[in-house]
């Protein structure tokens, strides 16, 4: 392991929980590896391992497998997550307590690891608005949404200032901010090399100006999740004191068991946050906080609006879902499905943001057959009895590289293919020969095993 600066670990004495002993050593140590699995669609996956205790679905395990050569986790059955920022599971089921309906915006998501957790704890009547700036992100941020396979989670790609005419808007917003990333050392220990006060500096500044750009979308007794993954207080705790200073915002408490090993801090000003060091917890460096808007919001209204919805795509596409409490909206390429609460959003999103995806893309009606979207085939709201076709893993492998998986005798017509009962994509059989219609980009590069 490289050596880690002084500097930063002069800042972090006196921080309640941090041991600079036990800090150093686990820096020798590899960082464990963990998984959240996705409760839509559990396959009984990794069952037996060790839970990570603040979070549903998270597990720890014993080794790193090659995650790209297993065919479930194309299927969105699990995300590869660092165990400690699971804890957002834990913080948001207190600070919800069950409420329903609500609108949550995700401002700094890709490449999904905390939009993929709070698309799983929300109901079906809540609306997750996953964002990222960087448009290659954003891609990559869609694709995983896409397997996590939630109708109700849309995918924006917006700069944090967009989000501040959406006044009153949100009931939760989580900003999960691009910060000097000390916290991830043990994963990349050439970041240390790049480390330097300035940019702790340049990132402190930043994370003030994206709080200050989306404050105004909170509502009045809204909930603001701040996370990072830097061990340095200028990004922490005293961008919890500016908070504090610059509007009127309590913090929220959670309880914690004393064998996490987690350290509930308070900043200069009294705010709260908890804090994640290695040594102390099975996890890597992170820190998180949750504030409750106490100012008033006005808040935006519905207003009045022509509905999207086309029901005669609706009747056409109503074979492709399991239920039909969805609408049908004309999109730029195909049509999407959505559920009926969310159309007044839609109306309000759209003379804001630019949706980058909206509800469930469906695919295209053509004058002999449906041309199925990917997205329905990873869908967890898919109809389950639309004929589909179960591959072993082997032939899930050569589906997932695009090449000829030796299939003969299917019935024809569009199938779905599937891996232990889950959706994958799509084949158009011809009978003596399939057609692939996984999206080119999302092929497998890498070569299989012999
Ligand atoms: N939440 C993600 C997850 O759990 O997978 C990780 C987010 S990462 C810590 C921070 C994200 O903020 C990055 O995707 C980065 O591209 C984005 N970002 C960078 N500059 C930004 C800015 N000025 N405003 C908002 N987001 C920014």
């Known amino acids: 392991m490289r050596q880690i600066p002084s500097s930063i670990l002069q800042d972090l004495h006196g921080i309640k929980g941090f041991n600079e002993q036990a800090f150093l050593e686990a820096h020798d140590q590899p960082a464990p590896v963990s998984v959240r699995v996705n409760g839509a669609k559990d396959i009984g996956l990794f069952a037996t391992e060790e839970k990570v205790p603040w979070c549903e679905g998270g597990v720890y395990l014993p080794e790193r497998p090659v995650f790209t050569l297993d065919p479930a ?16 599971d834990h913080l948001l089921r207190h600070v919800i307590q069950g409420r329903t309906g609500l609108r949550v915006l995700d401002l700094c998501a890709a490449p999904g690891g905390k939009s993929t957790l709070i698309a799983s704890l929300l109901d079906k009547d809540s609306l997750l608005i996953s964002n ?10 869609e694709e995983n949404m896409t397997r996590w ?14 989000f501040t005419k959406l006044t009153g808007y949100f009931d939760v917003i989580v900003v999960d901010a691009p910060c000097s990333g000390s916290g991830l050392w043990r994963k990349d220990a050439r970041a240390i090399d790049e480390w330097s006060e300035a940019n702790v500096q340049m990132c402190g500044d930043r ?74 917890v099975k996890g890597e460096g992170f820190f998180i906080a949750a504030v409750q808007k106490k100012e008033e919001a006005d808040e935006m209204r519905m207003g009045r609006f022509k509905t999207f919805n086309d029901r005669k795509m609706q009747e056409m596409a109503g074979f492709l879902l399991r239920d039909n409490d969805f609408v049908c909206i004309q999109g730029k390429e195909d049509f999407s499905a959505l559920l009926p609460a969310h159309e007044g959003d839609l109306n309000i999103l759209k003379q804001c943001v630019y949706l ?17 979207s990917h997205d329905v085939a990873l869908s967890i709201d898919k ?30 017509g569009w199938l779905l293919v599937k891996y232990n009962g889950l959706g994958l994509g799509w084949v158009k059989s011809l009978g003596n020969r399939m057609n692939n219609y996984l999206p080119k980009h999302w092929r497998i590069r890498m070569e299989l095993p012999e």
């Open 356 to 372: 980058r995806r909206t509800g469930l893309p469906m695919g295209n009606p053509s004058a002999k057959d449906w041309l199925p």
């Open 149 to 162: 396979g939630y109708m109700n989670t849309w995918v924006t790609s917006n700069d944090p200032r967009d």
């Open 132 to 141: 990222e700036v960087i448009r290659t992100r954003a891609s990559i941020l």
């Open 73 to 88: 986790y194309h299927a969105g059955a699990y995300y590869v997550q660092e165990a400690s920022s699971m804890f957002l």
């Open 383 to 412: 109809n389950e009895r639309l004929p589909a076709i179960e591959l072993s893993r082997e032939q899930a492998l050569l589906y997932l590289k695009r090449e000829d998986m030796g299939i003969e005798g299917a019935q024809k």
């Open 207 to 280: 994370q003030q100006r994206i709080l200050a750009d989306v404050w105004p979308a909170l509502k009045e007794d809204g909930i603001l999740v701040y996370a990072t993954c830097s061990y340095s207080p200028k990004e922490d705790e005293e961008v919890l004191d500016w908070l504090a200073e610059t509007y009127d915002a309590t913090s929220c408490t959670v309880p914690l068991k004393e064998e996490w090993g987690i350290a509930e801090v308070q900043s200069g000003k009294g705010m709260t946050g908890y804090r994640f060091f290695p040594g102390n």
